[in-house]
């Protein structure tokens, strides 16, 4: 075999893999090496363009994926075996729901009907029926900010509260710790999805001001989206800067959205039962409901009626407890409370009153927190304005501690109150607790933060460009004139129930959609997180 012909058949050899050539070899040192043909560049490309075929696809998941979840809640194909099992608390989930949904309504009502502020009988003009107390709880938002302190309070304190009274103080710590650690991403990441929607809204010229100038929304800053997101950024941090002053009396307003002044509060607020939690961790527990009650008249009495409100939330979570320590039916002491019963044992250690029946002491129980709830709802259906010249609630402004009524924060004395004795009287009654544990008010529950977050974004546009469609200013009119618009006849209302139909469908779809898309995966990412980071102790 010739030279050519050998390297021919080395070459071929060599492309099939059976020959390898080495340093050694003729055609290295003649520079004629070819490298082995190895097919793994073609498998690269190949992958490659598996990839960029694949991307329609998952376009298309994506896409479907979020077009399925645009779809409400209620209107999802659920088991019907299914049943959700209702915890201990959940009438005071049901609670917090109807409340957010009252401050929905109020936020509304009050920019198409300003009249209703004012309380029944305060002047001539003012005698509307509903204007009356007892029905203006249905619209009476600012009493229901009081009832979402006093809840928080309770929900933040049951769990740490139940340990206390088991002894579990190591599980104790890593409860507290848990929640403090989870709270602000609880708290700040909705509010920061919701807020950077409005902001998109607002550059977009969106928003309106309402008449009256009550509503406190931004609008359009600058040219370019940067200049408004950059806006919003500096009040999102502001916002959420856990060591700023939270002073009540003068609030922190988030232009982009102004019913947040209340998540400052709330944060500073679980801090301040973190730390009384810790606190009174080892107290015993009467000497402990004993402190709480100090503390709750302590603050009040200096004008943080805020810390008060979660403050009352944790003292009423303690007297359930203890309720339920007492009750002879249950030999259980973490159990939540039996309060009839208990209260049934108080009334017949009364010295020298009638002995009465079972059926008469549940009767008598029964009335009384029936009653003590109705005057809850009196208190917390006081008018924004003019309460002092309104029927029923003259006496009330005349009898609050000189320190609320010379810094003008009458209503607050007797929100808090208000608020005290609904729950209170919730708690204490099964009767009462039914009307907060049916399906409408556990869903109420479930978005009641997102619908909180998101309402004024549909209120303050889509509302106020329908307002503004059907009222008649007259020349030269300002917000911050003292002329008053009137109704354009039944033009006004039927523009008015559009408006109810089209700003309540839309707050509460998308409030269920922010519910399920961002506020239950940011509490299971701050799980996540906390899961990732945290120091486990050896079994």
Same mark, same amino acid.
């Given at each position: +075999?010739?030279?050519?012909?050998? #390297?021919?058949? @080395?070459?071929?050899?060599?492309?099939?893999?059976?020959?390898?050539l080495t340093p050694d070899s003729e055609q290295f040192e003649e520079k004629e090496y070819l490298p082995p043909p190895t097919t793994e560049p073609r498998r690269t490309r190949r992958g490659l363009v598996d990839?960029? @075929?694949?991307?329609?696809?998952? *376009?298309?998941?994506?896409?479907? &994926?979020?077009?399925?979840?645009?779809?409400?809640?209620?209107?999802?194909?659920?088991?019907?075996? /299914?049943?959700?099992?209702?915890?201990?608390?959940?009438?005071?989930?049901?609670?917090?729901?109807?409340?957010?949904?009252?401050?929905?309504?109020?936020?509304?009502?009050?920019? !198409?009907?300003? /009249?209703?502020?004012?309380?029944?009988?305060?002047?001539?003009?003012? =005698?509307?029926?509903?204007q009356m107390p007892f029905i203006r709880i249905f619209y009476q938002g600012r009493g229901m900010v009081t009832i979402f302190f006093i809840v928080s309070g309770y929900a933040l304190s049951y769990k740490a509260l139940r340990q206390m009274r088991a002894a579990q103080y190591s599980a104790l710590l890593d409860s507290l710790a848990s929640s403090t650690f989870r709270r602000g991403m609880r708290l700040f990441i909705p509010t920061t999805f919701t807020t950077f929607i409005s902001c998109l809204v607002a550059h977009r010229g969106w928003y309106r001001q309402d008449p009256l100038g009550h509503n406190l929304i931004i609008g359009r800053l600058g040219e370019t989206y940067y200049d408004q997101i950059k806006d919003w950024w500096r009040y999102t941090i502001g916002m959420s800067n856990p060591f700023g002053n939270v002073d009540i009396r003068s609030l922190f307003v988030q232009p982009y959205g102004s019913q947040l002044w209340t998540i400052p509060v709330e944060y500073r607020g679980s801090f301040v039962v973190f730390l009384t939690l810790?606190?009174?961790?080892?107290?015993?527990?009467?000497?402990?409901?004993?402190?709480? %009650?100090?503390?709750?008249?302590?603050? =009040? $009495? +200096?004008?943080? !009626?805020?810390?008060?409100?979660? *403050? =009352?939330?944790?003292? @009423?979570?303690?007297?359930?407890?203890?309720?339920?320590?007492?009750?002879?039916? &249950?030999?259980?002491?973490?159990?939540?409370?039996?309060? @009839?019963?208990?209260?049934?044992?108080?009334?017949?250690?009364?010295?020298?009153?009638?002995?009465?029946?079972?059926g008469q002491k549940s009767l008598f129980i029964s009335i009384a927190t029936k009653a003590t709830f109705l005057l809850g709802i009196f208190f917390l259906c006081y008018p924004d304005e003019q309460a002092d010249k309104s029927p029923g609630y003259i006496t009330l402004v005349q009898s609050v501690p000189k320190v609320y009524s010379d810094t003008g924060m009458i209503d607050k004395y007797w929100l808090c109150i208000g608020s005290f004795l609904l729950v209170g009287s919730v708690a204490c009654s099964p009767t009462l607790q039914r009307l907060f544990t049916t399906g409408l008010a556990q869903y109420l529950a479930r978005i009641s933060f997102a619908l909180y977050l998101v309402h004024p974004i549909f209120l303050h546009s889509i509302g106020m460009k329908m307002l503004y469609r059907v009222l008649e200013a007259p020349p030269g009119w300002t917000a911050q004139g003292?002329?008053?618009?009137?109704?354009?006849? $039944?033009?006004?209302?039927?523009?008015?129930? #559009?408006?109810?139909?089209? %700003?309540?469908?839309?707050?509460?779809?998308?409030?269920? $959609?922010? $519910?399920? =898309?961002?506020?239950?995966?940011?509490?299971?990412?701050?799980?996540?997180?906390?899961? %990732?980071?945290?120091?486990? &102790?050896? /079994?």
């Amino acid at each position: +075999m010739t030279r050519g012909e050998d #390297q021919a058949a @080395l070459l071929l050899d060599e492309y099939h893999g059976r020959t390898e050539l080495t340093p050694d070899s003729e055609q290295f040192e003649e520079k004629e090496y070819l490298p082995p043909p190895t097919t793994e560049p073609r498998r690269t490309r190949r992958g490659l363009v598996d990839y960029i @075929l694949v991307i329609p696809s998952l *376009l298309r998941i994506a896409l479907f &994926s979020f077009i399925h979840s645009l779809i409400p809640s209620f209107f999802r194909r659920l088991d019907p075996n /299914a049943k959700a099992k209702l915890h201990p608390t959940a009438y005071l989930d049901g609670v917090r729901g109807v409340a957010a949904f009252i401050v929905f309504i109020y936020h509304f009502l009050s920019d !198409w009907f300003p /009249a209703l502020r004012y309380g029944y009988g305060s002047g001539p003009e003012y =005698m509307n029926i509903l204007q009356m107390p007892f029905i203006r709880i249905f619209y009476q938002g600012r009493g229901m900010v009081t009832i979402f302190f006093i809840v928080s309070g309770y929900a933040l304190s049951y769990k740490a509260l139940r340990q206390m009274r088991a002894a579990q103080y190591s599980a104790l710590l890593d409860s507290l710790a848990s929640s403090t650690f989870r709270r602000g991403m609880r708290l700040f990441i909705p509010t920061t999805f919701t807020t950077f929607i409005s902001c998109l809204v607002a550059h977009r010229g969106w928003y309106r001001q309402d008449p009256l100038g009550h509503n406190l929304i931004i609008g359009r800053l600058g040219e370019t989206y940067y200049d408004q997101i950059k806006d919003w950024w500096r009040y999102t941090i502001g916002m959420s800067n856990p060591f700023g002053n939270v002073d009540i009396r003068s609030l922190f307003v988030q232009p982009y959205g102004s019913q947040l002044w209340t998540i400052p509060v709330e944060y500073r607020g679980s801090f301040v039962v973190f730390l009384t939690l810790l606190s009174l961790a080892k107290v015993h527990g009467s000497t402990r409901i004993t402190l709480l %009650c100090g503390v709750v008249i302590y603050t =009040m $009495w +200096m004008l943080h !009626w805020d810390i008060s409100l979660f *403050l =009352m939330g944790t003292l @009423l979570a303690d007297l359930g407890f203890a309720f339920a320590a007492h009750n002879t039916r &249950s030999s259980d002491p973490t159990s939540q409370p039996d309060f @009839l019963h208990r209260i049934s044992g108080l009334i017949d250690s009364i010295p020298r009153f009638p002995r009465l029946t079972d059926g008469q002491k549940s009767l008598f129980i029964s009335i009384a927190t029936k009653a003590t709830f109705l005057l809850g709802i009196f208190f917390l259906c006081y008018p924004d304005e003019q309460a002092d010249k309104s029927p029923g609630y003259i006496t009330l402004v005349q009898s609050v501690p000189k320190v609320y009524s010379d810094t003008g924060m009458i209503d607050k004395y007797w929100l808090c109150i208000g608020s005290f004795l609904l729950v209170g009287s919730v708690a204490c009654s099964p009767t009462l607790q039914r009307l907060f544990t049916t399906g409408l008010a556990q869903y109420l529950a479930r978005i009641s933060f997102a619908l909180y977050l998101v309402h004024p974004i549909f209120l303050h546009s889509i509302g106020m460009k329908m307002l503004y469609r059907v009222l008649e200013a007259p020349p030269g009119w300002t917000a911050q004139g003292d002329e008053k618009y009137q109704p354009t006849g $039944w033009v006004y209302g039927v523009t008015f129930v #559009q408006a109810v139909i089209l %700003c309540t469908s839309l707050s509460i779809w998308f409030a269920d $959609w922010v $519910w399920r =898309m961002v506020d239950a995966k940011a509490v299971n990412f701050a799980r996540y997180v906390s899961d %990732c980071l945290w120091v486990r &102790s050896d /079994a």
